[in-house]
C-alpha cells in the first residue's frame, strides 16, 4: 500500500500574482481539516485492523505522514481524499530527519510509535516557524508511560523498557498559553493500549483533541472526561485495550480555511457560501469577533453565508484555546482589519512571539505593528501592490488576503507554505473572481 503520489521536494519557487479590487462572490467547499487529519494520522498507527480517513486535506503534509507511516512499518496509501492504511507486519520506529523535520506533529507521531514498538527516534518537528514553540508536555506524557526520554542536539530518543506500568497521570498545561493540544492527543496514544485507566490532567479541549478522542472511543478505548466545556474540563481519563479497531472515518472541514475564506469575502465586500461548513462549526470566540468586526455569518443550507455588508469595523480582541479565537486565524484578522477605519487591537495570548505576518502586510502599505504580544492595527489603509514573501503558512495566507484588497498586482512568495495547509485555496479564491495567476519560475 504505498503507491502514494511521489513527496514533493522542500521548496516551491512559484509565486502568485494578485490583481487586488475585485469583489468574490459564489460557493465553495471547504476542505478536509489539516490539523486535525495530522492528529488521527498518528492515530492509524494503534490500529489492529484497515483504517480509512476519507476527506483528508491533499496537501503536503498529508503525502509527508503517508512517506512516515510506510517508512516505519504501517502500509498506507493517499488516493484523492482517502488516506488508507494497514496494520504493520513490524516496525521500524525511527522517523527520518528529512520527514520529521517538515510537520509539526512529528511528537504525536513518535508517541503512537513509541507505544507499539516500546522504543522510537525522532527528529525535534518542523512545521512552521512563526516562534519558538516546546515539546516538553510531549516528553513529559512520554515519561510518565514509563519511557526514558534522552535529547541530544536535535535528536530525541525514548525507551519503555517493561511494559508492567498498568496507567498513567500527566498534566499537559504549558507555562504560557494554556493546555497544549499536542500533548493531549500525544498522552491519549500513550494510554491507548496500556492496561488501566490513565489520567490526562488539563486537556485540550479544541477539536483536534475531540475528534481523535472519539475515533479512539469508536475504535475500542475508553474515553471518559470530567466536565463537558473548557471551564470545567480538569480531566481526561484513557482506558487501554490491548486491541483497537479499524474502519472508516470522515475528517470533518476545517474551521481554519472556512475562516480565511470568509475574511477574503469580506475584505473584498463580497458574499462567500461555504456549503459544507454550518455556522455552529465556527468557534463561539471567532463568531463573536467577527460579529464586532462587520462580518456576518448566516446559516443556509446546513452551510454558511459569509459577507460584510457594513464594510470593515476595528475590534479590541484576543486570541485562546478554543472554542476562544484561534490563533490559527489572527495573521488572516490582522490583514482584513488594515481595512477599518479606527485603531484594532490583537492580544496574542496563544502564542506571543506570532508576528511573521506583519513584515508582508507592512510592505502592502498596511499600518500594523507589534509590540510584545500586542498587534495594533490603524485603518483603513489604502494597500497597493508590492512583492512580498510568506514564511508559514497563515504569514502568506494573510499577505494574500491583503493583495485582494491591494490596488495593482502583488507578487506573493510563498507557494510550499500554502501547499501544505490548503489543498485548493488559489483554484477557490479564482473560483468566486479573484484575479490570480501562478508564476512556474520565480527569481
Keep these: 500500500m504505498n503507491d502514494q503520489p511521489a513527496l514533493p521536494p522542500t521548496t516551491d519557487s512559484r509565486a502568485v500574482r494578485v490583481t487586488g479590487g475585485h469583489r468574490l462572490e459564489g460557493t465553495v467547499t471547504v476542505q478536509g481539516s489539516k490539523n486535525i487529519a495530522l492528529h ?12 480509512t480517513l476519507t476527506g483528508a486535506p491533499e496537501i503536503l503534509d498529508t503525502l509527508v505522514c503517508a512517506e512516515i507511516l510506510n517508512h516505519t512499518g504501517t502500509p498506507t496509501k493517499v488516493v484523492g481524499d482517502r488516506f488508507e492504511t494497514a496494520p504493520a507486519a513490524a516496525w521500524y520506529p525511527v522517523i527520518p530527519d528529512q520527514l ?17 514498538a516500546g522504543q ?16 516538553d508536555r510531549h516528553l513529559a506524557a512520554m515519561e510518565a508511560a514509563g519511557a526514558t526520554v534522552a535529547v541530544t542536539g536535535t535528536k530525541v530518543k525514548a525507551r519503555i523498557a517493561s511494559w508492567d506500568q498498568a496507567a498513567f497521570t500527566t498534566d499537559v498545561l504549558t507555562h504560557s498559553w494554556g493546555p497544549s493540544l499536542g500533548a493531549t492527543v500525544t498522552a491519549m496514544l500513550l494510554a491507548a493500549r496500556l492496561r488501566g485507566t490513565s489520567t490526562i490532567l488539563n486537556p485540550s479541549v479544541e477539536p483536534e483533541v475531540l475528534v481523535t478522542a472519539a475515533v479512539l472511543a469508536a475504535s475500542g478505548v475508553g474515553i471518559t472526561w470530567e466536565g463537558t466545556t473548557w471551564e470545567g474540563t480538569t480531566a481526561l481519563h ?4 490491548d486491541r483497537i479497531t479499524g474502519g472508516a472515518f470522515q475528517v470533518p472541514p476545517d474551521r481554519l480555511e472556512a475562516a480565511t475564506l470568509a475574511l477574503a469575502a469580506a475584505i473584498t465586500g463580497g458574499t462567500v457560501q461555504l456549503d459544507n461548513f454550518p455556522t455552529t462549526e465556527f468557534p463561539d470566540g471567532l463568531v463573536a469577533v467577527f460579529a464586532d468586526a462587520g462580518i456576518e455569518l448566516v446559516p443556509v443550507n446546513g452551510g ?46 496563544v502564542y506571543r512571539e506570532r ?18 504580544a500586542t498587534i495594533t492595527v490603524r485603518g483603513a489603509s489604502p494597500l497597493a501592490a508590492a512583492d512580498v514573501a510568506g514564511e508559514d503558512i497563515r504569514a502568506a495566507t494573510a499577505a494574500l488576503i491583503a493583495a485582494l484588497a491591494a490596488e495593482g498586482t502583488s507578487t506573493i512568495r510563498g507557494m510550499y507554505h500554502l501547499r501544505r495547509g490548503y489543498d485548493s485555496l488559489l483554484p477557490k479564491l479564482a473560483s468566486l473572481g479573484a484575479r490570480l495567476t501562478i508564476d512556474q519560475e520565480m527569481p
Aim: hydrophobic fraction near 45%; proline fraction near 10%.
Design 40 to 51: 488521527l494520522y498518528a492515530a492509524t498507527l494503534l490500529a489492529d485492523e484497515p483504517l
Design 100 to 116: 520529521g523535520r517538515r510537520i509539526r506533529t512529528t511528537a504525536v507521531m513518535a508517541a503512537a510509535l513509541l507505544t507499539r
Design 120 to 135: 522510537v527516534s525522532f527528529p525535534l518537528p518542523g512545521g512552521d516557524a512563526f516562534c519558538h514553540r516546546l515539546i
Design 238 to 241: 484513557v482506558t487501554g485495550t
Design 304 to 349: 454558511t453565508l459569509a459577507r460584510c455588508p457594513a464594510g470593515p469595523r476595528a475590534v479590541q480582541m484576543a486570541t485562546g484555546p478554543h472554542p476562544a479565537f484561534p490563533t490559527d486565524v489572527q495573521p488572516q484578522l490582522t490583514a482584513f482589519l488594515t481595512q477599518a477605519p479606527g485603531t484594532s487591537r490583537i492580544e496574542e495570548r
Design 355 to 372: 508576528a511573521t505576518h506583519i513584515g508582508p502586510l507592512r510592505a502592502l502599505g498596511a499600518a500594523v505593528n507589534a509590540d510584545g
